[in-house]
């Protein structure tokens, strides 16, 4: 956009759930500040709603009549040109509006959102005395006589009726005040003046002179100072400054200032003297890559305690050595806490932390730093996928395995799947790196698509933990029944904290009893809006993990009215307290959501750990990830098999993928380490492959599997999800969805034979939050076709859907089949 006359007619992708941008015409006064990347207000419809300026308009649309564009929303852009294709993609791909996939990458706190209020008009003032309306037409004057400027609650219908009659008037807001930088008073010398020629000029003048030569030269040499600052180091400060900028020397300006996110280090990392041979050959790979500027894709299969991360740290240095910025994603917030406190103590304070556990403003800052090239490096979860560096030229995945990066809500995109779409836009390099890579991954390694780097050998040759299976079913000898922490498990906890080394205790369920069964009539407890059973918490509270109901403990049977209810299973809440009684006085702490919600607890619990401060670490999927804490000799998992029960058929990956990164954490430092395993499954595959530490069997066994039943990676799947208030709607409307689905295949006389449709069949929880569920899966050689065939249905049906009260939503590339 250089010549002014391209820019009076715009491509903008409005915020609003429609698949098309729309092209606006820009009145001449806003001409010259517009630019791609910066947000707009623009009429659509009968609103006024937020769009992004995506470029020029299209030539061919120009000629129309088009709508202006009322009011720009920022002094700078938000993006740069480069990320629109990237932004194109992933509407594309995971069928999601291009407008919201922007939104959702934007910084929550800018996106201002506008909503509607109403106000009386006189007409409507003197109707409500008068009286003669409809009883809900009434309510609604009322309601907006009482809450004046608030937002209207839907749905509208009486509000449009209102106003048709002429009793009302619409007004269109933003919500809430966007934050901007936080600004702060500088003072710096005019441009051009010299400090010397001030000096002299003022000659030996007075006595009290020498204080304020002290004082100009402090401005002069700091090139801009906080006004704050200087009145806090001269007493006489601020009439020295009010004398010269009175005089045209100095002048204040307000400039902003970043908000740091707190990012303090939990251990000084070490230099290491030398690079093993591995690391150097991946690190002289990975820069020849860096060097042709191309894109390239590779897959560090390096197992845990490989030095993974120093290999990251050298490729990230040779890239801002080059000139062009990196990112690094790792699967969890508290995780990238955790390595942006390393990777700043090495590199700098060109880094940025982004994740959605900062503060809106911190949030801002970040982004607007990483826009406008201030930061070479940005650490972040599957979030930081979004930055919008100008010119990324390296894309690191830790964990690459991890399904964290999916996310669970539009758009449903996978980070470590995007990064490799962006890096090849970018023409970057992207590195995914793993001790267990992800089938998928290793996979793609196999047939070219990644080049495959191996790290099979621990630093300083430390050896793996060993592991150590412990059947708990309750036939087998020397388990009794009901115990949470097996005979094994007790005694080597005994031990290593008699040798004052730290424990780690895994148990992926929250909680504290599992569920209550009623004696009298065998009915579990469940949560009333949805298909599960309810947890009992500590604080003597029932809850429902999906949709937060609470109650207190019952006393009697909700069906039965029967007294006599047995609490069975056990979560981390109960396993924390048996650690108590079975070992007074030992200092365990527990990290799991329920005990992290404040911002910033799970970093505090893990400093404690780092620290000493705390003997036994007890936790779920959260404590699984990379933190090094030397002194862990024991890592106990308890009832390694709960992944194994999920409906999906990744539970095996799932499986092995977690119980390596449990045992991993043990024996980091230079003492040995063990690991305890209890389960029921001895003899799933999963477990047994995890437990020797065999990535290859596991993966060559598993592969066999998917290919057996057309699984990814040798298939594409998506899932639709049907859900409703109505039992029968919801039924009905997945029945009609699936024949319709069929219909349209059928009508593809050869191409159609390459896609499966199963189902629909009820979700395998067919009730959460009051919603009833139901799936179709679509299965397909490519993922192109199946694409086409949702946007045929979503096109035909979605109306018809609405108007029944039935939600579809598109999930590209399942993960979650629950
Ligand atoms: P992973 O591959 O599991 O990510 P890390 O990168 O965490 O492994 O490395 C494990 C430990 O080894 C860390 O404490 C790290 O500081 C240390 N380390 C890495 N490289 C070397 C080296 N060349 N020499 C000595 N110690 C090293
Ligand atoms: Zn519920």
């Known amino acids: 956009m250089t010549a002014s006359r391209n820019r009076s007619c715009l491509r903008v992708a409005v915020s609003l759930p429609v698949t098309d941008t ?83 990458a934007l910084p929550g706190g800018i996106n201002t959102d506008t909503y509607r209020s109403a106000v009386i008009t006189p007409a409507g003032a003197g109707r409500l005395e008068k009286g003669g309306l409809l009883f809900a037409e009434k309510e609604c004057l009322l309601w907006v006589k009482d809450h ?22 619409l007004v269109d807001r933003i919500a809430k005040n966007p934050p901007r930088p936080l600004l702060r008073r500088f003072i710096k010398a005019r441009n051009g003046i010299q ?21 100009l030269e402090r401005v002069l040499s700091s090139g801009g100072i906080l ?34 996110p707190a990012g303090e280090l939990i251990a000084p990392p ?42 990251y740290l050298r490729v990230i240095e040779e890239m801002i050595r080059r000139g062009r910025q990196a990112i690094l994603m790792v699967p969890e917030i508290s995780l990238a806490s955790y390595m942006y406190g390393l990777f700043r103590s090495r590199l700098g304070d060109r880094i940025s932390l982004y994740h959605s556990g900062l503060s809106r403003g911190e949030r801002y800052d970040q982004w607007i730093r990483a826009v406008r090239g201030e930061v070479d490096l940005v650490v ?123 424990v780690l205790l895994f148990l992926n369920r929250r909680g504290f009893h599992r569920l209550y069964v009623c004696l009298t009539c065998g009915k579990t407890i469940q949560c009333p809006n949805c298909d599960v059973a309810l947890i009992h918490h500590q604080d003597n509270c029932l809850r429902c993990h999906y949709c937060g109901f609470h109650s207190v403990l019952y006393t009697r049977c909700p069906s039965c009215s029967g007294r006599r209810l047995k609490p069975y299973g056990f979560g981390t809440e109960r396993l924390e307290a048996e650690l108590h009684r079975l070992f007074p006085g030992v200092r365990v702490a527990r990290m799991d959501t329920d005990s992290t919600k404040k911002k910033g607890s799970a970093f505090e619990i893990l400093k404690k750990f780092g620290a000493g401060e705390i003997d036994v ?64 499954n001895v003899d799933h595959y999963a477990i047994k492959t995890a437990v020797s530490h065999d990535y290859e069997a596991f993966f060559a066994q598993e592969m066999e599997l998917r290919e057996a039943l057309g699984y990814p990676p040798f298939s594409h799947m998506t899932c639709l999800r049907i859900k409703g208030n109505s039992k029968e709607e919801t039924a009905e409307a997945a029945r009609f969805l699936g024949e319709a689905m069929r219909g349209i295949v059928a009508g593809w006389p050869k191409r159609g034979k390459e896609i499966k449709i199963l189902g629909p069949a009820e979700a395998p929880l067919f009730r959460v939050k009051g919603k009833y569920r139901w799936q179709i899966l679509v299965k397909g050689d490519q993922a192109a076709l199946i694409r086409h065939l949702v946007e045929a249905l979503e096109g035909l049906f979605k109306g018809r859907l609405q108007s029944r009260g039935v939600q579809l939503s598109v999930d590209v590339d399942c993960y979650q089949m629950s």
């Open 270 to 311: 070490v230099l290491p003297e030398v690079l093993l041979e591995q690391q150097t050959s991946a690190i002289e790979f990975l820069n020849s890559r860096l060097r042709r500027e191309r894109f390239s894709a590779c897959l560090l299969h390096g197992i845990t305690g490989s030095g993974k991360t120093e290999v």
């Open 22 to 104: 729309y092209s606006y015409t820009v009145p001449k006064l806003l001409i010259a500040q517009i630019r791609v990347g910066m947000r707009v207000r623009v009429p659509f419809g009968e609103r006024t709603v937020t769009g992004y300026v995506l470029g020029e308009a299209p030539s061919l649309e120009i000629r129309q009549p088009l709508k202006e564009i009322t009011d720009i929303l920022d002094p700078f852009p938000l993006f740069h040109e480069n990320m629109i294709p990237f932004f194109e993609w992933i509407s594309r791909y995971y069928l999601h509006p291009i407008g919201l996939v922007i939104k959702n």
């Open 227 to 260: 006004q704050s600052e200087i009145c806090r180091e001269f007493g006489n400060g601020r009439y020295l400054l009010d004398k010269w900028v009175r005089r045209g020397v100095l002048e204040c300006v307000d400039a902003p200032v970043y908000r740091n």
């Open 617 to 680: 670490l007890v936790g779920t999927q959260m404590i699984t990830k990379g933190y090094d804490f030397p002194n862990v000799t024991l890592v106990g998992v308890l009832a390694a098999d709960l992944s194994l029960g999920f409906p999906d058929f990744r539970a095996g990956e799932r499986t092995f993928h977690i119980l390596s990164q449990v045992a991993g954490r043990a024996g980091r430092g230079t003492k040995k380490g063990r690991v305890i395993v209890q389960t029921f």
């Open 148 to 169: 004046p400027g608030a937002r209207l609650p839907r749905p509208l219908h009486t509000v449009y009726r209102l106003r048709e009659k002429g009793l009302l008037e």
């Open 380 to 502: 972040g979860p599957r979030s930081a996928i979004w930055a919008p560096l100008p010119d990324p030229g390296l894309i690191i995945v830790d964990e690459e395995h991890d399904t964290a990066y999916k996310q669970e809500n539009p758009p449903r995109y996978q980070a470590r799947d995007a990064a490799v779409v962006r890096a090849r836009m970018e023409k970057a390099v992207v590195l995914l790196g793993s001790g267990t890579p992800s089938i998928q991954s290793y996979h793609h390694s196999h047939c070219g698509r990644y080049h495959l780097l191996q790290m099979a050998e621990r630093v300083e040759r430390r050896r793996l933990p060993e592991i150590e299976m412990v059947d708990m079913r309750p036939e087998t000898e020397g388990s009794e029944k009901g115990e949470i922490i097996g005979r094994r498990l007790r005694e080597a906890i005994r031990e290593e904290l008699g040798n004052q080394n730290q």
């Open 195 to 215: 400090l010397e020629e001030i000096v002299e000029g003022r000659g030996s003048a007075r006595s009290g002179a020498r204080d304020e030569a002290v004082f």
